[in-house]
């Protein structure tokens, strides 16, 4: 079974720039979270998709960042117009859809993002 | 809030045990530990519940106190693929295991 992936695995841009991140999750996973981690520092979530419908984006640093995810399958993070503070490695996770609500998230590799 | 997690780093030989704790100011439902090796994805590692319960993954186990409100985790007989960041992550309200919230991480190195 294919784990989760995430496109691209670095990215190097300019403050001001658009970038747009993807990850495609475990299939059949209905939960779909992304997590940051910026300097090194903790993992911090920024947002939890339950198949295509936002169900928390308490996460999101501001209006920068939009997050979709069409059909409940695939979900791209857009952050427009990028700047430096958005430096760091940027996780998707998915889970399956639990009614005890213990689920297991399985992080993909992430994406590197670099601002200059 | 952030659990903490302890000790920050700690190097050891290869065979040497080693133990990484995991405390919160809130009530706990459950813990989730990860491995990070670097530029990898975090590998889940267990998920242990309310209840006190240890569970196991090869070599390394892990126990769960609710009342105390901290989770440790147990490396026994290090191998050196244990070296890598361990985090734990406590679940969001009510036990569910929406979003994690991480501790820093406990960068473990074990050395031949």
């Known amino acids: 079974e294919a784990g989760v992936t995430q496109f691209p695995s670095h990215s190097v841009i300019e403050k001001g720039q658009t970038v747009t991140l993807r990850c495609d999750p475990i299939?059949?996973?209905?939960?779909l979270y992304w997590y940051r981690r910026v300097m090194g520092k903790e993992i911090k979530f920024l947002l939890h998709f339950v198949k295509e419908s936002k169900q928390d984006e308490s996460g999101m640093p501001n209006n920068r960042f939009l997050a979709e995810r069409t059909g409940g399958t695939y979900s791209t993070l857009k952050v427009q117009p990028a700047e430096l503070e958005d430096s760091g490695v940027y996780f998707c996770?998915?889970?399956?859809?639990?009614?005890?609500?213990?689920?297991?998230?399985?992080f993909g590799p992430g994406t590197r993002l670099t601002v200059l | 809030q952030q659990p903490v997690q302890s000790p920050q780093a700690v190097i050891l030989r290869e065979g040497e045990d080693a133990v990484i704790n995991c405390s919160s100011s809130k009530a706990l439902y459950s813990v989730h530990w990860y491995r990070q090796k670097h530029g990898e994805a975090p590998v889940f590692l267990m998920i242990?519940?309310?209840?006190?319960e240890q569970k196991g993954h090869e070599k390394i186990s892990a126990s769960f106190n609710e009342k105390k409100q901290q989770s440790s985790l147990y490396l026994t007989a290090s191998q050196l693929s244990y070296s890598g960041t361990y985090f734990c992550?406590?679940?969001?309200?009510?036990?569910?295991?929406?979003?994690?919230?991480f501790g820093s991480g406990t960068q473990l190195t074990v050395l031949p």
């Open positions: 242990l519940l309310k209840g006190g």
């Open positions: 299939s059949g996973h209905d939960n």
């Open positions: 992550g406590t679940p969001g309200v009510s036990g569910s295991a929406r979003q994690l919230t």
């Open positions: 996770a998915s889970s399956q859809l639990s009614l005890r609500g213990i689920d297991t998230q399985y």
